[in-house]
């Protein structure tokens, strides 16, 4: 589901979690409840001057529903497939939401690549959460796509 970008980015995440968390509570065409999986996924589409022209949300939908995907019920969240793709991550923990610090993180992971030779796919970033809000330490991490997986 796409996350608005015309408030703070905060509301906006929140906004877009809240409407997967509804789908996965029910809100979809079957009326089940899939169980929540890991990770939270956020792709952040950008220009060429690095400024995030958009980004949407996603979950994982567990293998027992992967076949026959509940239909959701809110036109906003949408069910798509992923292709197979090279992804450079890098992790880090505790509980981070202000941009400075994912910006930082990414530029750590862009200058590893650079000395691997490496070039990403620089159109999008992606960000990941591994745990539970309000369970402590998380794990988060930062992604690119490899150049070639586009």
Known sequence: TDIDL????????????????????????????IDMTVPVVNRWHM????????????FYIPSVHQSNPPVPTDDSVTIDNWDDAIIYDRAFGGHRTDEAFYKKEFELLWKALFKENITPYTKMAITAGYTRPGWGRQRHEVMYLDQDSV
Request: hydrophobic share 40%.
């Open 47 to 58: 220009n060429d001057k690095y400024e995030v022209l958009g980004a949407d949300m996603a």
């Open 6 to 33: 015309s408030g703070s980015m905060e509301a906006g995440y929140k906004a877009a979690f809240w409407k997967l968390f509804k789908y996965i509570n029910g809100a979809n065409d079957q009326g089940v409840k």
